[in-house]
C-alpha cells in the first residue's frame, strides 16, 4: 500500500521535477509529470476522506481506486462538486489540468508549446488557486 505521506511526498516531488523540466526546455515531460502530481495529490486527498492510511493498491478495492482519470479522482476525493465553483480561477485551472492523461506520454516529441506547459504548471501550483494549491489545503 502506499501510505499518505509517501502520496504526498511523491506530489511535491513530481511538480518539483516537472519544473525543472520546463526551465531546461522539455515541456512534454514538464505537463505529464505535472499531472501525475495532481493525480498523486488527488490520492492523498481520497485517503484523508475515507479516513484510510493508505492508497488501496492491492487486492478486492484495488478496482475501485485504480485510476489515473482525475476527475474520477477528484469525485472520489469528494471535491468535484467544488473544484469549479469555488473560485473562478479555481475553475479555469481545473478546466487546464482536468484533461491530463497518462497516455500524453506517447505523444510525439514537441507536442506541447513552451506556453502551453507554462500553462499547464501554473494552473498545478498558483496560488491560491492552482489546483495542487488547493488540494494541499485540503489533505
Known amino acids: 500500500m502506499i501510505t499518505v505521506a509517501n502520496l504526498r511526498a511523491l506530489s511535491q516531488k513530481r511538480l518539483k521535477e516537472a519544473k525543472i523540466l520546463h526551465k531546461n526546455g522539455m515541456y512534454d515531460g514538464a505537463v505529464y509529470l505535472a499531472g501525475y502530481a495532481v493525480e498523486t495529490a488527488l490520492k492523498a486527498k481520497i485517503c484523508k476522506t475515507l479516513k484510510i492510511p493508505a492508497y488501496p493498491d492491492e487486492g478486492s478495492t484495488k478496482a475501485v481506486f485504480a485510476s489515473h482519470d482525475l476527475t474520477r479522482l477528484a469525485l472520489l476525493a469528494g471535491l468535484s462538486s467544488t473544484l469549479t465553483i469555488a473560485h473562478p480561477d479555481l475553475g479555469v485551472n481545473w478546466s487546464v489540468v482536468a484533461g491530463w492523461s497518462p497516455e500524453w506520454r506517447y505523444r510525439?516529441?514537441?507536442?506541447?508549446?513552451?506556453?502551453?506547459?507554462?500553462?499547464?504548471?501554473?494552473?498545478?501550483?498558483?496560488?491560491?488557486?492552482?489546483?495542487?494549491?488547493?488540494?494541499?489545503?485540503?489533505?
Open 108 to 139: 510525439p516529441v514537441g507536442s506541447v508549446s513552451i506556453t502551453d506547459s507554462a500553462d499547464f504548471i501554473q494552473a498545478v501550483e498558483e496560488t491560491p488557486n492552482g489546483i495542487m494549491t488547493w488540494i494541499k489545503a485540503r489533505w
